[in-house]
């Protein structure tokens, strides 16, 4: 539909005759603000405008439709009797397409209104596809940050497993016990009391985990932000590892300052960021062997957070095999990887750079001067009273 504006009846109609041989859908007002009101009600596929009129000029007009993200893209072609460079120039810096003067040209007037009119259609044309590719590019990430996170779990699997066994073997044992003192008649009040209260602890252990996990792995495609405690959130990682860097004797140095904030983010995605720091941590510190003759190094991974200024400063540090200068670069490119096939895709740092970039913050991962790796997120913190 095309909405002509004009005045005068006369140019209405005129306006109307030269557009009648291409059979647009053609509707017409004699004022400005009537001429808001029907754009508001019925949004036309383009504007021919003119700018003198009583009530309210059309630069006027063209400049409230500009203002509105629904109107915006609508051509508006000016039509005037005001042919000097300055008037043109003030059509074009409101948001006009074009400018015809009078007296019209019925051939130059179509022609200018079925350009304007293609270019409206080819512009819509390429804005679907930049939306659907967007979309296909947010699926994508998604998908990819889904496998990273089942990844992680697959690796850790063992630990967790472990984490549950323990428990697991306590309540066994404690219920052993529990029917030995029955039958012998020797199961006091407090003594089923005391064990069934531990029971419930190991119960609860065991539920704890397996509901994290589950959370944890829960594919969310939408994701939801929140105030998140960044030391809980170290807390929760750990959990899932601390089992596997216990038994393979790699030790844990926490300083955590209790003062170190909260952040606006997703907990479980700031988890998986934290997950694949310390992941690649131990994977270093394991790769790491000790000269011939030398006896090997303690292998240490230091983790902490600090307040500076406002932001939250998470650092996880090893004394691995550290980084070659030649790879630094690349560290953060998806699939690259510095580890074997069967230890990961290359994966988890491309998409905790996603994730740290979507928080607002940033990701810098390097070789320390005394060898091993530092990795350091810095996040924008919450103001204090909001979390």
Same mark, same amino acid.
């Given at each position: 539909?095309?909405? @002509?504006?004009?005045?005068?009846?006369?140019?209405?109609?005129?306006?109307?005759? @030269?557009?009648?041989?291409? =059979?647009?859908?053609?509707?017409?007002?004699?004022?400005?603000?009537?001429?808001?009101?029907?754009?508001? /009600?019925?949004?036309?596929? %383009?504007?021919?405008?003119? &700018?003198?009129?009583?009530?309210?000029?059309?630069?006027?007009?063209?400049?409230?439709?500009?203002? =509105?993200?629904?109107?915006?893209?609508?051509?508006? &072609?000016? @039509?005037?009797?005001?042919?000097?460079?300055?008037?043109?120039?003030?059509?074009?810096?409101?948001?006009?397409?074009?400018?015809?003067?009078?007296?019209?040209?019925?051939?130059? #007037? +179509?022609? +200018?209104?079925?350009?304007?009119?293609?270019?409206?259609?080819?512009?819509?044309?390429?804005?679907?596809?930049?939306?659907?590719?967007?979309? /296909?590019?947010?699926?994508?990430?998604?998908?990819?940050?889904?496998?990273?996170?089942?990844?992680?779990?697959?690796?850790? $699997?063992?630990?967790?497993?472990?984490?549950?066994?323990?428990?697991?073997?306590?309540?066994?044992?404690? %219920?052993?016990? *529990?029917?030995?003192?029955?039958?012998?008649?020797?199961?006091?009040?407090?003594?089923?009391?005391?064990?069934? !209260?531990?029971?419930?602890? =190991?119960?609860?252990?065991?539920?704890?985990?397996?509901?994290?996990?589950?959370?944890?792995?829960?594919?969310?495609?939408?994701?939801?932000?929140?105030?998140?405690?960044?030391?809980?959130?170290?807390? =929760?990682?750990?959990?899932?590892?601390?089992?596997?860097?216990?038994?393979?004797?790699?030790?844990?140095?926490?300083?955590?300052?209790? !003062?170190?904030?909260? #952040?606006?983010?997703?907990?479980?995605?700031?988890?998986?960021?934290?997950?694949?720091?310390?992941?690649? $941590?131990?994977?270093? #510190?394991?790769?790491?062997?000790?000269?011939?003759?030398?006896?090997?190094?303690?292998?240490?991974? /230091?983790?902490?957070?600090?307040?500076?200024? !406002?932001?939250?400063?998470?650092?996880?540090?090893?004394?691995?095999?550290?980084?070659?200068?030649?790879?630094? !670069?690349?560290?953060?490119?998806?699939?690259?990887?510095?580890?074997?096939?069967?230890?990961?895709?290359?994966?988890?740092?491309?998409?905790?750079?996603?994730?740290?970039?979507?928080?607002?913050?940033?990701?810098?991962?390097?070789?320390?001067?005394?060898?091993?790796?530092? $990795?350091?997120?810095?996040?924008?913190? *919450?103001?204090?009273?909001?979390?």
């Amino acid at each position: 539909m095309l909405l @002509i504006v004009d005045d005068s009846r006369l140019n209405l109609q005129m306006l109307a005759g @030269i557009l009648a041989p291409e =059979d647009y859908h053609v509707a017409m007002v004699k004022s400005g603000q009537k001429a808001l009101r029907f754009i508001q /009600r019925k949004t036309p596929d %383009l504007i021919l405008l003119d &700018i003198m009129m009583p009530d309210m000029d059309g630069l006027e007009i063209c400049r409230q439709c500009k203002a =509105d993200q629904a109107l915006r893209h609508i051509p508006v &072609i000016f @039509i005037s009797a005001l042919k000097d460079t300055e008037s043109k120039l003030r059509g074009f810096e409101v948001g006009g397409v074009d400018y015809i003067t009078k007296p019209f040209h019925g051939a130059e #007037v +179509r022609a +200018r209104v079925q350009t304007h009119l293609r270019l409206r259609q080819l512009q819509q044309g390429l804005e679907e596809r930049v939306e659907e590719e967007v979309a /296909r590019r947010l699926e994508q990430k998604r998908l990819l940050i889904q496998k990273s996170k089942l990844e992680s779990l697959g690796r850790l $699997a063992a630990g967790i497993a472990h984490e549950i066994n323990q428990p697991l073997a306590g309540i066994s044992m404690g %219920l052993d016990n *529990m029917g030995f003192k029955i039958e012998a008649g020797k199961a006091t009040p407090d003594y089923l009391g005391g064990k069934i !209260d531990n029971l419930r602890k =190991d119960i609860e252990r065991i539920s704890h985990i397996i509901r994290h996990v589950r959370l944890f792995s829960r594919d969310q495609s939408l994701v939801a932000l929140e105030n998140v405690d960044v030391n809980g959130v170290v807390s =929760d990682a750990l959990s899932m590892l601390q089992t596997q860097c216990r038994r393979r004797r790699i030790r844990l140095r926490l300083n955590l300052a209790d !003062d170190a904030g909260r #952040v606006l983010g997703n907990r479980y995605r700031l988890e998986q960021v934290v997950l694949n720091l310390l992941t690649n $941590a131990k994977d270093a #510190v394991e790769a790491k062997s000790a000269p011939a003759g030398e006896a090997a190094d303690e292998k240490e991974i /230091r983790i902490s957070t600090c307040r500076r200024g !406002d932001q939250v400063t998470l650092t996880v540090a090893d004394n691995g095999v550290g980084i070659p200068n030649d790879q630094v !670069d690349r560290i953060f490119d998806p699939f690259f990887t510095t580890k074997d096939p069967e230890k990961g895709t290359g994966l988890g740092l491309s998409i905790s750079y996603g994730i740290v970039q979507e928080m607002k913050g940033d990701i810098v991962v390097e070789s320390a001067p005394n060898g091993g790796a530092v $990795a350091c997120v810095r996040l924008p913190r *919450m103001p204090d009273g909001e979390g």
